[in-house]
């Protein structure tokens, strides 16, 4: 895995000598360019995928030798893919990545300036004291980059970039002739057409797919050797984070609720309450939960 380094950041974390220049990883998802700035008096670690500019945002204090710099980045990539609904990924395609760590110089004045611009920005969200780091994270991933652009006088977001890449370096895998038993089939619902809140179309359209309300009125359990990402492996593009966290809700709530219920019966919920019972059924926090559950 290549960290790319300013030698500001360098010298905090003590990673004397000179750096080297590296070769772009033949993983890109595992090079990532970092450096170090101060907003309104606290330190900052910005980390950016070296291909598509994807920005995780840490606190610099305490990060004062490359050990602590290692864990933090590799904790701050971790939570923001999660979010994503990307955890797997990192699992899979980051973790083997880090049996070998580099350390180098930024790959060229390209990366260096988009990071710079990345850094600019920040600054400027980070005056409001309210900010999280990855609140303004989010908030970077959705600026337009001219180093994302395929011409010249193109612009790109890095969060688009990213998944783009997740989508090439790992597929979504695509199941010919029968398909195993314990997986469902169902088709990615359409974009709203009627002026119907897009969580009334996607619950509208999956619960007609899977038949959900007959099951659960019937007490059916899905086999326990299935997963949502069967499920989600057989639409035939990418799922939205919305999607996703929505899909997934949904089976865990129909696979571990303790006994049968038309949905009805929580409609109108608040969403703490939503939140909370998404906590309990999947043990995760679930950014928009669907208002129909």
Same mark, same amino acid.
């Given at each position: #895995?290549?960290?790319? /380094?300013?030698?500001?950041?360098?010298?905090?974390?003590?990673?004397?000598?000179? /750096? *080297?220049?590296?070769?772009?990883?033949?993983?890109?998802?595992?090079?990532?360019?970092?450096?170090?700035?101060?907003?309104?008096?606290?330190?900052?670690?910005?980390?950016?995928?070296?291909?598509? #500019?994807?920005?995780?945002?840490?606190?610099?204090?305490?990060?004062?030798?490359?050990?602590?710099?290692?864990?933090?980045?590799?904790?701050?990539?971790?939570?923001?893919?999660?979010?994503?609904?990307?955890?797997?990924?990192?699992?899979?395609?980051? +973790?083997?990545?880090?049996?070998?760590?580099?350390?180098?110089?930024?790959?060229?004045?390209?990366?260096?300036?988009?990071?710079?611009?990345?850094?600019?920005?920040?600054?400027?969200?980070?005056?409001?004291?309210?900010?999280?780091?990855?609140?303004?994270?989010? #908030?970077?991933?959705?600026?337009?980059?001219?180093?994302?652009?395929? !011409?010249?006088?193109?612009?790109?977001?890095?969060?688009?970039?990213?998944?783009?890449?997740?989508?090439? +370096?790992?597929?979504?895998?695509?199941?010919?002739?029968?398909? *195993?038993?314990? +997986?469902? !089939?169902?088709?990615?619902?359409? *974009?709203?057409?009627?002026?119907?809140?897009?969580?009334? !179309?996607?619950?509208?359209?999956?619960? !007609?797919?899977?038949?959900?309300?007959?099951?659960?009125?019937?007490?059916?359990?899905?086999?326990?050797?299935?997963?949502?990402?069967?499920?989600?492996?057989?639409?035939?593009? *990418?799922?939205?984070?919305?999607?996703? @966290?929505?899909?997934?809700?949904?089976?865990?709530?129909?696979?571990?609720?303790?006994?049968?219920?038309?949905?009805?019966?929580?409609?109108?919920?608040?969403?703490? @309450?939503?939140?909370?019972?998404?906590?309990? +059924?999947?043990?995760?926090?679930?950014k928009d939960p669907c208002r129909y559950f």
């Open positions: #895995m290549h960290f790319r /380094l300013t030698q500001k950041l360098a010298k905090k974390i003590k990673e004397t000598g000179t /750096l *080297p220049a590296l070769e772009a990883h033949q993983n890109p998802l595992a090079d990532w360019t970092a450096n170090l700035f101060t907003a309104d008096r606290t330190q900052y670690v910005i980390l950016c995928n070296t291909a598509t #500019m994807y920005t995780c945002l840490f606190y610099g204090a305490g990060v004062n030798n490359d050990d602590k710099f290692i864990k933090a980045a590799l904790q701050a990539i971790r939570d923001a893919m999660e979010d994503e609904g990307l955890e797997q990924l990192y699992l899979d395609k980051i +973790v083997p990545a880090t049996g070998s760590i580099r350390f180098g110089k930024s790959l060229n004045r390209s990366v260096t300036g988009s990071v710079t611009e990345q850094i600019n920005a920040a600054k400027a969200r980070l005056e409001d004291p309210t900010q999280a780091p990855y609140q303004v994270a989010e #908030m970077l991933n959705r600026n337009l980059l001219s180093y994302l652009g395929e !011409k010249k006088g193109d612009y790109g977001e890095p969060k688009e970039a990213f998944h783009a890449l997740c989508q090439r +370096v790992s597929p979504p895998q695509v199941f010919e002739g029968e398909l *195993p038993p314990n +997986v469902l !089939k169902f088709e990615k619902p359409r *974009p709203p057409e009627d002026g119907r809140s897009r969580e009334e !179309k996607l619950w509208q359209k999956l619960a !007609k797919t899977f038949d959900l309300t007959e099951r659960m009125v019937r007490g059916d359990r899905l086999p326990v050797d299935f997963y949502p990402e069967h499920a989600i492996a057989l639409f035939q593009e *990418p799922l939205s984070t919305y999607e996703r @966290s929505e899909l997934l809700f949904l089976l865990h709530v129909w696979n571990r609720y303790d006994f049968p219920f038309e949905l009805s019966e929580v409609a109108g919920w608040s969403d703490e @309450s939503l939140h909370a019972f998404g906590r309990w +059924v999947t043990g995760q926090t679930l």
